[in-house]
């Protein structure tokens, strides 16, 4: 059974690269098989429902009324807001198909990079030991990787997911064109002409989709000089359209502005929602991405909104060890580039230059060895087995890949919310890249001596690929509507506000008051200058339905317009304590409801409404003198309120 699946994955039997797709794709669609009726989430509100462009453009009558630094993004938006309205299963179905082929893609690069000049092997063999399973559980850990969930079922991130897909489609054109352009005939130049062409036109397209695609040029030129061999002007001439790309975000970004003022827009531009110093986040970055591996290793405790504190020192000890960790594995890069370059060098004594540099196009005209049956040399100690794999450029380039794919969202640009998820989705690929070729190469080498041990680990890495599909099943879970989804964060990020107002948001779309009124209130107690929890406090005591007049509408609370001097924020906290204290009233919390009415009364002193209820909570506590002493107040400031008061404590009399 064993040699069978190493078969399979070695790509000897018939059809292997076919079902090597496949399962890639049945996979994935099992581990998302449960999306398609999660309801829209978070961001998807004010993104994709809440977004004019999306809701009031017609992609199909004017496709370029779709404007804006995303607007790729927001065009696939609006087809399907124009073919599915409100119904998720539509997003959710072009979600999964950008993820299966973004997969694809992975696979593909891999298998192309062991056609290239400096990774394509001296030894045939060694690129049917290599090419076919290092691309196969690449492309398998990337689609059943529980750490993909926020980039494919969270539906606004299709920005990233889609990004992604053509990031990695404009490298893999960019290849083609590369690898055909050396081969000989008007076809074979037309195509790579074509590949080169649309390879651009891609890269436009995930600028346009997400401003993390601004590494894309990058990422480009590092392959060139990893894999390709060629002059300097040369290699310009390849690259140099690609770099002229690297304008478009920048200009997306700042839009039509004066010399004057376009320093300006470009700070304001480089930092998002916050003013936290570039410093700050740039070392609070270290701790983050450490924290990405550690959930690329081992994802559990997936949570949508983290509660990560920012770190202000280098010299803090989390930090400085997160950039040490860091540094070596950026240094593990470096090395094993050098070492595959001094072994490509050595192994290029032993073959023709000309043949190395001017060898036909290996794209069509030319049979893979991919496919051809490694002989049993293939797995004997030799000259070859010991040097260092060339092989080991491509886990040097999975480590850089990993490192600029973060550079956007994890340098100095500051972002109000330090970790997310999706942020890993780009950069991943470089990981299962670096990680897969590692294994194999692994297991290749104790494969010499023991020859069924590759049938026994690649069984074990498909079911590794297995269960990280389950766990991705599982997570899904979690995404099924608002009120699992922050169930789930307030759990993870107990001393956080934003998952506990928006846990009680949920509720109160239920209609369901009593549960989201102990979660507003352990969101104010966390952040009292959050005002969503205030004034969902006011959507709550609406629903109840058993406060009427005594409490303030929601719309009366925070009302920028009126200005944020100090006589208004008084009486917007004034109002907003009044209804916490009911809040409190409504949970049987008579102390905490009377502490509530006494500091909306501190902040205004002639705010009946809270005079009248703090009335009320002294007489439900028996203290007689103190509801008299309400009663005279409110004498004064509202007789109405009095006279209510007065009846409620005589029974209604």
């Not at 076919?132 to 059943?144: D, S």
């Not at 000989?184 to 890269?203: E, I, M």
């Not at 989804?485 to 509720?507: E, F, H, I, T």
Request: charged letters at 15%.
């Amino acid at each position: 059974m064993t040699s069978r699946f190493s078969d399979f994955v070695y790509r000897r039997t018939r059809f292997a690269t076919v079902l090597h797709l496949l399962l890639v794709i049945s996979l994935g669609l099992l581990a998302y098989s449960n999306t398609f009726t999660a309801t829209f989430n978070f961001d998807d509100i004010a993104n994709i429902l809440g977004n004019p462009v999306v809701r009031n453009v017609d992609p199909f009558a004017d496709p370029f009324a779709v404007k804006g630094s995303r607007a790729v993004g927001d065009f696939t938006f609006a087809v399907n807001y124009r073919l599915n309205g409100l119904d998720v299963f539509g997003y959710h179905l072009v979600n999964l198909a950008i993820h299966l082929a973004t997969a694809l893609l992975v696979y593909t690069l891999v298998t192309l990079t062991f056609r290239t000049p400096l990774l394509a092997p001296a030894d045939e063999g060694e690129r049917g030991r290599f090419s076919g399973p290092i691309a196969l559980f690449a492309a398998l850990l990337f689609v059943a990787h529980p750490l993909q969930t926020q980039a494919v079922t969270y539906i606004v991130q299709r920005f990233t997911s889609l990004a992604a897909m053509f990031y990695i489609g404009s490298l893999v054109l960019y290849i083609m064109a590369r690898l055909e352009q050396g081969g000989s005939g008007r076809r074979g130049k037309l195509f790579a002409a074509a590949c080169y062409l649309l390879s651009l036109l891609t890269a436009v397209l995930a600028m346009k989709t997400k401003e993390i695609a601004f590494t894309l040029p990058f990422t480009v030129i590092l392959y060139e000089f990893m894999f390709f061999r060629g002059s300097i002007a040369k290699r310009v001439m390849f690259i140099g359209a690609f770099l002229l790309t690297l304008a478009i975000i920048p200009l997306s970004m700042l839009g039509s502005s004066g010399a004057g003022q376009l320093l300006g827009r470009l700070e304001a531009a480089t930092m998002v929602q916050t003013e936290m110093p570039r410093l700050d986040y740039l070392f609070t970055q270290f701790r983050v991405i450490v924290t990405y591996l550690r959930l690329l290793f081992f994802p559990v405790e997936q949570n949508l909104d983290h509660d990560f504190p920012v770190s202000h020192s280098f010299f803090n000890a989390p930090v400085l060890l997160s950039f040490l960790l860091l540094l070596a594995i950026f240094g593990l890069g470096i090395y094993l580039a050098y070492r595959s370059a001094v072994g490509g060098r050595r192994s290029a004594l032993d073959s023709s230059p000309s043949t190395a540099d001017h060898r036909p196009s290996t794209i069509d005209r030319r049979p893979s060895t991919a496919d051809r049956r490694p002989s049993t040399a293939d797995h004997q100690p030799s000259t070859a087995d010991r040097r260092p794999s060339t092989a080991d450029r491509l886990i040097a380039f999975g480590i850089f890949w990993f490192f600029i794919a973060l550079a956007v969202e994890s340098s100095v640009i500051p972002i109000v919310d330090v970790i997310f998820e999706h942020r890993v989705y780009l950069p991943s690929i470089g990981f299962f890249m670096a990680l897969s070729t590692a294994v194999v190469l692994a297991v290749d080498r104790l494969a010499v001596r023991r020859p069924q041990i590759a049938g026994i680990a690649f069984i074990a890495l498909l079911l590794v690929a297995v269960s990280l599909a389950t766990a991705t099943f599982m997570r899904n879970m979690v995404w099924q509507d608002e009120t699992t989804l922050w169930q789930d964060v307030a759990a993870k990020s107990p001393d956080k506000s934003r998952p506990w107002n928006n846990l009680a948001y949920a509720y109160l779309k239920k209609h369901q008051p009593k549960k989201a009124i102990p979660a507003l209130i352990r969101s104010i107690g966390i952040s009292p200058g959050h005002p969503d929890a205030w004034n969902n406090i006011g959507i709550a005591l609406g629903q109840l339905g058993t406060y009427a007049g005594r409490y303030s509408p929601t719309y009366e609370l925070f009302d920028a317009s009126t200005g944020m001097n100090v006589a208004y924020q008084n009486e917007w906290f004034a109002l907003g304590y009044n209804n916490l204290g009911l809040a409190y009233d409504s949970l049987g919390q008579l102390a905490d409801s009377i502490d509530n009415f006494e500091k909306s009364i501190a902040m205004n002193p002639r705010l009946s409404e809270a005079h009248y209820n703090l009335g009320l909570a002294y007489a439900a506590s028996k203290e007689t003198q103190k509801t008299a002493e309400q009663y005279v107040i409110l004498k004064s400031l509202n007789p109405e309120f009095a006279a209510k008061l007065l009846k409620a404590v005589n029974g209604g009399r």
